[in-house]
């Protein structure tokens, strides 16, 4: 890039910068996050699925909240008591490791050493002074969110909301402790959620191992790959109709290396399909195995402490070790023993930790739990009766799939940093749950009769716990108020598919708990970002797009129209940079078309003072009116680029490039009886434009409507444009006009003829209504396609070109305009080109292992590249057959 195209892109992006601070500055004094809170107007409300307060502004984050702004932005014009609530979440773990990490790095202290008060007052120091970055991005992208309500997961409000619902559900049963499996990080030391387990492909190997039987010279072939685990092996599982197995049922096996006696167990878990169809059974290892351990009664030896390393239930050479250094040591010494079978290399996932980036172990240990298969129950009945729509439909047979497989929800971290589990614990073990240590003892001196020492449970609870209360705790549940009694339940959800489960499932089942009815009656569902060609975005590939850049490079409008434009129903995106590109050439279109306005004075009238007459002025209101209901209509129904897309088509092709320059020549000539009914069409039209297009280009709209036209003092709150039955057509005149010059258009391109090259045009039959058309917009034919004269004629031109419109030929005279010979011969020489291309291209596609290799992609793009070459042929070829008395 040359010097000066530096400095014009660094120009322009001050000048969007300009832009995007003059709006958010009119917001602001227009207050337009609480300008229509009146409790008296009907509600719309929307939950901000509150990110991380470590986060950073990704490309997801970015289409979700493009989305949701996009709705709030409709809703408030359209007159609506709209509250969208905006917050943070406290992030245990994310929000741990990076003050230890920044502990650690500036002034060398541990979190253990400080202890937990002091590293905790450390935390909220950081979370005050670094924390909450994302919402001043989110604000940069033009979320207008009732940010005066801001919440933060672990205020004190929520804070109570939490204690209050862990005592209601343990008090009702349905919070328990239990000793089971969990996703076990070993570098934190803390329980995980499956959300926070990566799945990362990776090269290892299976083993085989020979288990002798007892009594016998037989053995039993099992596979594993991780063979550490067989130290905690408590059976050998085979299913009850393999008949390779059927006579060792209920006999042992001899374990190596540890010598300890396992039974031999039927259980359909074993595939007589897959391996030997012999299974090791590990249950406090892995977790279908804990669920055999559970059907067969089995013993359930854990070998792992909290930090990976092996303890006291193995054989005393691996104690102390980490489970992977034992790994190679248990193989060399079974195949000392001579009871390794083989081994085969595999490629299989393994679970990483998102944050800790280490290897997650299945893990037996004391959690807090809840009953969620319970909880559940009412949550899917609740979409049943359609309480709750998925929208895309299909996502509610994934919700009810996953409700029904649920399983008891781990509940508690042992972290420092989030909401403490109000429990208390005496030394023999037994435990109170209460709002406070005060309360707690009051309960203990029940069961004692006499004072007794108590400690707080030192975990905290899983973050989706409290932000699974966030529809009502954030309105200020359990104390009843108006925010709580006129917004729950909220009326949409927007999210991406990948935490229907973690968070949405979470919040059906919380909030019908405490409240009695589901949170939300619309669940929107979209998609992923990808790039462009349709790869999963990820630091390792080199394909991450960064929003934060994308808006610094071409404005964050340019970002919201080229993502919503982009969010098919029910489909991931597919996002390059090139679209951007595209999107800011719009907005840089509709920048010119205010110029146009400016230059001509065009200014706003009342309603009341338009009586549109010229038929390219009532074409252009009706067009109008006809938009305006279209893009409500795909709004309401959560089909985002639908209306995006209508909005393009109208303000670039009819407003920009027909009734603009329709009415150039009447805005040049002040004595044209429609001059200053036109000026005011003009400037009627460019309002609403603007009105229609805020939701999705905020910014550029606001300036352009307040502080370039002063149209009004706040875009932002005007009312949605109800122009549904305002305007008559005015008999389909305009747009016959508009093909008859697309045609002549197209013909001199297909035929070369030069656009500064005057043409005129004959036609025999005589039709009185196409006939008024054209003289009625004569002078716009004239200037819009370089025509001399357009007359009738007895006989057609010889060496003419044909134009059929509405079964009506036209013929455009071509002696002295072009040599036809030769355009002749161009047209055939393309036409031979583009048949080899087809014939290539079909080669391709009919080639299994093109079709079997080639990513879907590549795919794609041959297909589209082939129906394009089939139009432009087809234009080719209608063009030479229109041809005549060559």
């Not at 940079?577 to 009238?605: D, H, P, Q, W």
């Amino acid at each position: 890039m040359s010097a000066t195209d530096k400095s014009k892109n660094a120009n322009k992006a001050h000048s969007i910068k300009k832009i995007e601070d003059i709006s958010d500055s009119i917001w602001s004094d227009n207050k337009i996050d609480s300008a229509n809170n009146s409790l008296s107007k009907e509600p719309w409300c929307i939950m901000m699925p509150p990110p991380n307060v470590t986060g950073h502004l990704h490309i997801g984050h970015a289409l979700n909240m493009t989305l949701q702004d996009v709705l709030t932005r409709f809703w408030r014009m359209n007159a609506r008591n709209v509250f969208w609530q905006p917050g943070t979440d406290h992030a245990g773990i994310a929000t741990q490791m990076v003050v230890e990490r920044d502990l650690l790095e500036k002034k060398n202290l541990s979190r253990k050493k400080m202890g937990r008060e002091k590293f905790l007052n450390e935390v909220w120091k950081w979370k005050e002074t670094s924390g909450g970055q994302i919402l001043k991005q989110l604000k940069r992208l033009g979320a207008s969110a009732n940010w005066s309500r801001e919440r933060f997961t672990l205020d004190e409000g929520l804070s109570n909301a939490v204690k209050k619902v862990f005592i209601k559900l343990f008090n009702d049963k349905l919070i328990y402790r239990d000793k089971r499996l969990v996703n076990w990080d070993t570098k934190l030391q803390t329980a995980i959620s499956d959300l926070e387990v990566i799945q990362k492909e990776k090269k290892g190997n299976s083993w085989h191992f020979k288990y002798p039987i007892e009594n016998t010279k037989q053995v039993i072939v099992v596979a594993t790959t991780r063979p550490e685990t067989m130290l905690g092996d408590t059976a050998v599982a085979v299913n009850p109709d393999d008949k390779r197995y059927k006579k060792l049922i209920g006999k042992n096996v001899v374990m190596p290396i540890t010598n300890r006696k396992i039974p031999i167990v039927a259980d359909k878990y074993a595939d007589p399909a897959k391996g030997t169809g012999a299974v090791k059974i590990t249950p406090a290892h892995d977790f279908n195995d804990f669920e055999v351990g559970r059907t067969n009664n089995l013993q359930v030896i854990n070998i792992l402490n909290s930090d990976g390393s092996l303890n006291d239930n193995v054989p005393a050479e691996y104690r102390g070790l980490d489970r992977l250094d034992v790994r190679d040591k248990i193989v060399s010494r079974m195949k000392e023993m001579g009871c390794l079978d083989k081994v085969e290399e595999t490629i299989h996932f393994v679970p990483y930790g998102d944050r800790s980036d280490t290897i997650i172990e299945p893990y037996l240990t004391d959690q807090w739990f809840i009953d969620a298969k319970t909880l559940s129950i009412p949550a899917v009945e609740a979409v049943k009766k359609g309480k709750t729509i998925f929208i895309p439909k299909t996502w509610e047979n994934t919700y009810f799939d996953w409700m029904k497989n649920i399983e008891p929800w781990c509940i508690s971290r042992q972290l420092w940093w989030g909401h403490r589990i109000p429990a208390w614990f005496a030394e023999d073990g037994n435990f109170f749950v209460a709002e406070s240590e005060e309360e707690a003892k009051k309960l203990a001196m029940k069961l004692y009769k006499k004072d007794v020492d108590l400690k707080q449970d030192p975990d905290v609870l899983d973050t989706w716990f409290s932000s699974g209360l966030w529809p009502f705790s954030t309105l200020g549940w359990p104390d009843s108020n108006d925010y709580l009694k006129k917004y729950y339940p909220g009326n949409s959800l927007v999210t991406g598919f990948d935490i229907i489960f973690f968070w949405v499932a979470r919040m059906m089942m919380l909030g019908i708990y405490c409240m009695k009815e589901p949170p939300f009656k619309e669940v929107y569902v979209h998609g992923l970002i990808r790039d462009s060609r349709g790869q999963k975005m990820s630091k390792s590939k080199g394909n991450v797009i960064d929003p934060i850049i994308l808006m610094d490079k071409y404005g964050a409008d340019s970002l919201r129209f080229t993502l919503v434009s982009l969010a098919t129903y029910g489909r991931d995106i597919k996002l390059s940079e090139e679209r951007i590109v595209g999107y800011r050439n719009f907005i840089t279109k509709i920048t010119n078309a205010s110029r146009f306005l400016k230059m001509n004075n065009c200014k706003l009238y009342s309603s009341a003072e338009l009586d549109f007459k010229l038929p390219v002025n009532k074409w252009i209101n009706f067009h109008l009116a006809k938009t305006s209901f279209k893009v409500s209509q795909h709004i309401k129904v959560y089909r985002f680029n639908e209306a995006a897309n209508t909005l393009y088509q109208f303000i670039w092709h009819k407003f920009c490039d027909w009734y603009l320059e329709i009415i150039k020549p009447i805005l040049l000539d002040e004595k044209n009886e429609y001059y200053e009914e036109t000026k005011k069409s003009c400037a009627h039209v460019f309002s609403k434009i603007l009105c229609i297009l805020h939701p999705f280009v905020p910014f550029h709209t606001e300036y352009l409507y307040t502080k370039i036209h002063n149209f009004g003092t706040c875009l932002a709150l005007e009312k949605w444009p109800d122009l549904n039955d305002a305007y008559e057509y005015d008999d389909g005149q305009i747009d016959w006009i508009i093909k008859f010059i697309s045609e002549i258009r197209s013909l001199r391109d297909i035929l070369n003829i030069p656009h500064n090259q005057l043409i005129y045009i004959e036609y025999k039959d005589r039709n009185s209504k196409f006939d008024g058309y054209i003289n009625n917009n004569l002078n716009i034919i004239k200037k819009l396609s370089n025509v001399d004269r357009i007359r009738v004629t007895n006989n057609a031109h010889k060496q003419s070109a044909q134009m059929i419109i509405d079964e009506r030929t036209y013929y455009i005279p071509l002696e002295g305009v072009i040599d036809i010979d030769t355009e002749l011969e161009r047209l055939k020489k393309e036409l031979s080109k583009i048949n080899d291309e087809v014939l290539r291209i079909d080669e391709k596609l009919s080639n299994e292992g093109f079709i079997k290799n080639a990513p879907e992609q590549v795919i794609k793009e041959q297909n589209d590249k082939k129906n394009q070459l089939e139009l432009t042929k087809n234009s080719i070829t209608v063009a030479v057959d229109r041809l005549i008395d060559v």
